[in-house]
């Protein structure tokens, strides 16, 4: 990114100091410089006002360095393409004794101390117990994309590098890296990755995505009032609760295609927290990294703490395009390089046909059947391992079951590739069975305080990853078995949540360091296996969707977002899943009628429903009737010819689910030509029709040419202009209840 620099008279390149020496000569630069166009560099710092100005897609994000030397948030929104306009940051008045000017100053990085009483993004416990931390600027660096803002505590004891990074797609990050810069043990009890700040208004909203195991990532939208609203993890992973992703509309309401969003999502697979705070000011304040909730971290001097990633953007186009902004930054920044240029394939998982009761024969017959169908890549699930023929046993001991696997999974391994499919296995690779050998040999591995109770939940304890002993377990076993067989992709799942998170072995001071730890371990893992098994690919599971965020992202291909594969009930999960990820990552199953939910909708509308993401199929093939193995084999092809379209494509979600008789959601291809529309009726009232659904996305002046992938419409067949399409809309033809249509919409040559 070093090409974009552009020599600009009042940007500074490389360290400079908190010296405001230049001022007078910027001041002098600045009336004199009247750059009318936008300036293709991404940072620039204006050394007279002390202020940076990042700048990226749609907006402008703009901080500086107030009269008292605190970092301080100056604008988030819409691009300002005149940096003079900047001036010097200027801490805001108090609001009598309890509101000093501290309190009511948008400070970027504020440490908990003096008179602040909002949240902090930093808050320790310094060497003689000291309990304050002011920050104040020291220097700077910019190095093409990346800006580094150093805040020393003004006793000195902790230095705080700010680290932002503009991304050309239309986003930034935000991270800290808090050093230990005294000659004392420092703890570091809040450590947050930064804040996302909006000048005083009424009427904001915030969106986010919350649930529980079987409906994760359904989409609220509410009034922020003042107050703190938390949404957040305390459970070591993401959580199938709470997604760390958010948007903020307002003061007027955005709509899906129109009005100003901001919106962020954080990096990072353990407990997280997201505080959206609006003060007695009303300033909006969004601050997040990790959760403070026992956290604990000493830092011995000269340690570091690095914070996750706070990604974010801006669009003044809705919440449609903040959504379009991530999935292409997704696409280009955060999925893992080695495969983000590859279709994912269509995957058959046998979970939910045959639970534990895997075999050699059972899981070959199934093979054979989802080979015929057009399945590209067989994963066998749980139940191949140890003594696993239930959730009792055999977590821990990652060697093919004797019984169900004679000769190990050579065979059965052989028989998926000779049917022209590649193969793929599922783990637990951070969890134990008490009855296990591994439990047996080791029952200090686990999370644990002594004398006290090891709750189990799914009949599991979780391994300390914290431990490089365990550490090293995990990766050889994994190693070992991606050495040994020819395994292309692991479903690597994570079924409970961390209890009595103890480590008796470690000082007590650094026990509580296990909510960092064992992330950043379970990352480890996963980079040194990628290293060494360059084409490994990898899916994110936890008790469906309980780990699905950036950060896990960016090792691995796709997720699988939720345990119901209720086809109608997916419509939802997916509608919430799509505001922060990209459907390339959205694994989804067709599976068997009826559902959890005792529904029995057609197999064209649960094909139609996963088709929407990452295509997989999750039914019992050995009991499926002729017809549908024939619809499964359109489906499927016409998948294929569709995938990129819905994995590389632009999302739009024309009609969201629950809010009228019809879901509907159109794919854009990124060179125009192809337009996916898929739509669904719940259930039909008796003389209405449903309503023609407006295109979006496509070329008002081009001919298209609409095909039925499955269903009718009520148009005629034949060529039809983009702006027809887009004013007019196209009806299709749905009757009854939980019926489903999807159209191809492809350009004609004229
Ligand atoms: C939970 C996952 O979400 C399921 O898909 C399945 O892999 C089971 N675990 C296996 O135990």
Request: aromatic content about 12%; charged content about 25%; some cysteine.
């Given at each position: 990114m070093l090409s974009h620099l552009?020599?600009?008279?009042?940007?500074?390149?490389?360290?400079?100091?908190?010296s405001p020496s230049h001022t007078a000569i910027g001041l002098v630069m600045l009336a004199a410089l009247a750059v009318p166009a936008r300036s293709e560099t991404p940072i620039r710092y204006v050394g007279s006002a002390r202020v940076w100005i990042l700048s990226s897609g749609e907006f402008s994000y703009v901080l500086g360095v107030n009269e008292r030397g605190e970092l301080q948030s100056i604008y988030w929104g819409q691009h300002i393409w005149r940096d003079q306009d900047w001036t010097a940051a200027k801490s805001h008045p108090?609001?009598?004794?309890?509101?000093?000017?501290?309190?009511?100053?948008?400070?970027?990085?504020?440490?908990?101390?003096?008179?602040?009483?909002?949240?902090?993004?930093?808050k320790a416990t310094l060497g003689g117990g000291v309990r304050d931390v002011v920050l104040?600027?020291?220097?700077?660096?910019?190095?093409?994309d990346e800006l580094v803002v150093t805040m020393k505590d003004i006793g000195g004891g902790l230095t705080v590098d700010l680290r932002y990074r503009v991304y050309p797609e239309g986003i930034i990050s935000k991270h800290s890296v808090i050093r230990n810069s005294s000659s004392a043990v420092a703890t570091i009890e809040s450590a947050q990755s930064g804040a996302w700040l909006l000048p005083a208004a009424d009427g904001y909203h915030l969106s986010y995505l919350s649930g529980r195991w079987g409906e994760e990532t359904l989409y609220t939208r509410e009034e922020i009032h003042r107050g703190s609203k938390v949404i957040e993890s305390r459970r070591g992973s993401t959580s199938n609760q709470f997604n760390p992703w958010f948007a903020i509309d307002g003061p007027e309401p955005a709509s899906e295609e129109n009005g100003a969003v901001w919106f962020g999502a954080l990096g990072w697979s353990g407990s997280w927290k997201i505080v959206v705070e609006q003060t007695p000011h009303r300033d909006l304040r969004i601050t997040g990294g990790y959760?403070?909730?026992?956290?604990?971290?000493?830092?011995?001097?000269?340690e570091s703490l690095t914070t996750p990633p706070f990604y974010a953007g801006f669009t003044s186009h809705g919440f449609g395009e903040a959504s379009r902004l991530l999935h292409r930054f997704e696409l280009a920044r955060i999925l893992p390089r080695s495969s983000a240029a590859h279709p994912r394939p269509v995957l058959y998982n046998s979970w939910e046909a045959t639970g534990f009761a895997v075999d050699e024969p059972g899981q070959s017959a199934l093979a054979e059947k989802a080979a015929q169908i057009g399945v590209e890549r067989f994963v066998m699930d749980d139940g191949w391992f140890g003594a696993r023929d239930s959730s009792r046993a055999g977590l821990g001991d990652w060697t093919p079951n004797p019984k169900k696997f004679p000769n190990g999974l050579k065979p059965l391994i052989d028989n998926v590739k000779r049917l022209g499919m590649d193969f793929g296995l599922w783990v637990e690779p951070e969890m134990v069975n008490p009855d296990s050998a591994l439990y047996r040999a080791h029952p200090d591995w686990v999370l644990n305080f002594p004398g006290r109770p090891r709750s189990e939940a799914r009949n599991q304890l979780?391994?300390?990853?914290?431990?490089?002993?365990?550490?090293?377990?995990?990766?050889?076993?994994?190693?070992?078995?991606v050495s040994e067989n020819a395994i292309a992709f692991l479903k690597w799942d994570l079924n409970r949540n961390f209890s009595e998170p103890g480590w008796p072995e470690a000082p007590t001071a650094e026990q509580r360091t296990i909510w960092v730890r064992?992330?950043?371990?379970?990352?480890?893992?996963?980079?040194?296996?990628?290293?060494?098994?360059?084409?490994?690919?990898?899916?994110s599971c936890a008790s469906g969707g309980g780990r699905v965020d950036l950060g896990v992202l960016t090792r691995t291909e796709e997720?699988?977002?939720?345990?119901?594969?209720?086809?109608?009930?997916?419509?939802?999960i997916q509608y919430g899943y799509s505001h922060a990820y990209t459907p390339k990552t959205m694994m989804a199953w067709v599976t068997d009628v009826p559902s959890m939910d005792g529904r029995s909708e057609s197999l064209q509308y649960r094909f139609l429903v996963a088709m929407m993401g990452s295509l997989g199929i999750g039914s019992n093939l050995t009991k499926w009737s002729?017809?549908?193995?024939?619809?499964?084999?359109?489906?499927?092809?016409?998948?294929?010819?569709?995938?990129?379209?819905?994995?590389?494509?632009?999302?739009?979600?024309?009609?969201?689910?629950?809010?009228?008789?019809?879901?509907?959601?159109?794919?854009?291809?990124?060179?125009?030509?192809?337009?996916?529309?898929?739509?669904?009726?719940?259930?039909?009232?008796?003389?209405?029709?449903?309503?023609?659904?407006?295109?979006?996305?496509?070329?008002?002046?081009?001919?298209?040419r609409v095909q039925a992938i499955e269903g009718r419409l009520r148009e005629e067949s034949g060529a039809i202009s983009g702006a027809y399409l887009m004013n007019r809309g196209l009806t299709p033809m749905l009757r009854g209840e939980f019926d489903a249509a999807a159209f191809l919409i492809e350009r004609v040559n004229q």
């Open positions: 552009r020599a600009m008279p009042f940007m500074r390149s490389g360290r400079v100091s908190a108090q609001w009598d004794g309890v509101d000093p000017s501290t309190n009511t100053t948008p400070e970027e990085y504020p440490g908990w101390g003096g008179l602040r009483f909002f949240e902090p993004c930093l104040k600027y020291a220097s700077h660096e910019i190095h093409g959760n403070d909730f026992d956290f604990y971290y000493p830092l011995r001097p000269g979780v391994l300390n990853l914290s431990r490089d002993d365990v550490k090293e377990y995990v990766f050889a076993a994994l190693d070992r078995l064992h992330v950043n371990n379970y990352y480890e893992v996963i980079d040194r296996l990628r290293a060494k098994h360059p084409k490994l690919e990898i899916e997720v699988w977002p939720s345990d119901n594969t209720d086809a109608f009930d997916r419509l939802s002729p017809d549908e193995f024939r619809i499964a084999s359109k489906m499927i092809a016409a998948y294929k010819n569709i995938r990129s379209t819905v994995q590389e494509g632009a999302l739009y979600r024309l009609l969201a689910p629950g809010k009228g008789p019809l879901t509907a959601s159109q794919y854009v291809a990124p060179d125009g030509n192809q337009a996916v529309l898929f739509a669904f009726l719940h259930a039909q009232q008796y003389g209405r029709l449903a309503p023609a659904i407006r295109l979006r996305g496509l070329d008002e002046h081009a001919l298209y």
